[in-house]
T-cell receptor, first 111, second 116 residues
Framework: TQLLEQSPQFLSIQEGENLTVYCNSSSVFSSLQWYRQEPGEGPVLLVTVVTGGEVKKLKRLTFQFGDARKDSSLHITAAQPGDTGLYLCALRNNAGNMLTFGGGTRLMVKP | GAGVSQTPSNKVTEKGKYVELRCDPISGHTALYWYRQSLGQGPEFLIYFQGTGAADDSGLPNDRFFAVRPEGSVSTLKIQRTERGDSAVYLC??????????????FGPGTRLTVL
């Protein structure tokens, strides 16, 4: 059983649409990170959420940490083709030297 | 500035052969990490170096996998007697190691290994 479950696995939408992807676990997290990975590149950190109920915004991206700190969501408003990529959530261990990733949501935004 | 670089970008080998994958971290980063990303999956942790020593190698799948970082900078991941199941993208990341704060890991573009 994967520690972090991401859904959906795949999402294909038209430019301008809104979307939400999810990251869930049965465990409580102290913090959670979101990354985006483009083809042929490594993951790039987008945000870290720490406090239950926390909401962070990064331009058209809104990240939310669940009140119970067991889930998180990423909402993209008015998606653009440049948003295409693999979105990964990840936990870091207490020492901060190991990341555990979910399986990712592969997003394609068509022009 | 230069990011993490990995060579080769692609490696095709035959089952049973030995391969070496190289990682050049960001200058000044004392921490270095290796991850493996299978097709359609998220990256999985393999090993973490602090300086020259492997501080955590709990993610190495078996004794065919070994990594070194002899001078505390460049690292090489070595895979002996490769198997088809080793086919994946091998990602390297580096970070500072400042105490008491989270040190962001910066990833390289990966080496895509294909074992035929």
């Amino acid at each position: 059983t994967q520690l972090l479950e991401q859904s959906p696995q795949f999402l294909s939408i038209q430019e301008g649409e809104n979307l939400t992807v999810y990251c869930n676990s049965s465990s409580v997290f102290s913090s959670l990170q979101w990354y985006r990975q483009e083809p042929g590149e490594g993951p790039v950190l987008l945000v870290t959420v720490v406090t239950g109920g926390e909401v962070k915004k990064l331009k058209r991206l809104t990240f939310q940490f669940g009140d119970a700190r067991k889930d998180s969501s990423l909402h993209i408003t008015a998606a653009q083709p440049g948003d295409t990529g693999l979105y990964l959530c990840a936990l870091r261990n207490n020492a901060g030297n190991m990341l555990t990733f979910g399986g990712g949501t592969r997003l394609m935004v068509k022009p | 500035g230069a990011g993490v670089s990995q060579t080769p970008s692609n490696k095709v080998t035959e089952k049973g052969k030995y391969v070496e994958l190289r990682c050049d971290p960001i200058s000044g980063h004392t921490a270095l990490y290796w991850y493996r990303q299978s097709l359609g999956q998220g990256p999985e942790f393999l090993i973490y170096f602090q300086g020259t020593g492997a501080a955590d190698d709990s993610g190495l799948p078996n004794d065919r996998f070994f990594a070194v970082r002899p001078e505390g900078s460049v690292s090489t991941l070595k895979i002996q007697r490769t198997e088809r199941g080793d086919s994946a993208v091998y990602l390297c990341a580096s970070s500072l190691a400042l105490p008491g704060v989270y040190n962001e890991q910066f990833f390289g573009p990966g080496t895509r290994l294909t074992v035929l």
